[in-house]
Nanobody, 122 residues
């Protein structure tokens, strides 16, 4: 099994910053893409950002220019730097590891973390 553990959430005022971290552990051969999703109360989970093993990144329009995703492939870590936070960014943020191989011959798997709460006050 592979475990994902997020950290770094909290309460911040609008305009402030937070940095989320996610550590993947277990038997891991490779992780093709790591990303962040979020779910606000009463809403569906939505994609926020993704970074591929080669370093290319994608962002949702709602966070483009404010959030930056990065990763440390050697340590299986992914970060989300969130700047200029807005009240509408309030949500539980989930880390995702996609197309995970536990060894060279294994099938691709997908894993989720437990989530970390981010609350932005106005």
């Amino acid at each position: 099994q592979v475990q994902l553990v997020e950290s770094g959430g909290g309460l911040v005022q609008a305009g402030g910053s937070l940095r989320l971290s996610c550590a993947a552990s277990g038997r891991i051969f490779s992780i093709n893409a790591m990303g962040w999703y979020r779910q606000a109360p009463g809403k569906q989970r939505e994609w926020v950002a993704r970074i591929f093993i080669g370093g290319s990144t994608n962002y949702a329009d709602s966070v483009k220019g404010r959030f930056t995703i990065s990763r440390d492939n050697a340590k299986n870590l992914v970060y989300l730097q969130m700047n200029n936070l807005k009240p509408e960014d309030t949500a539980v943020y989930y880390c995702n590891a996609d197309r995970v191989k536990r060894d060279y011959y294994s099938a691709y798997e997908n894993y989720w973390g437990q989530g970390t709460q981010v609350t932005v006050s106005s």
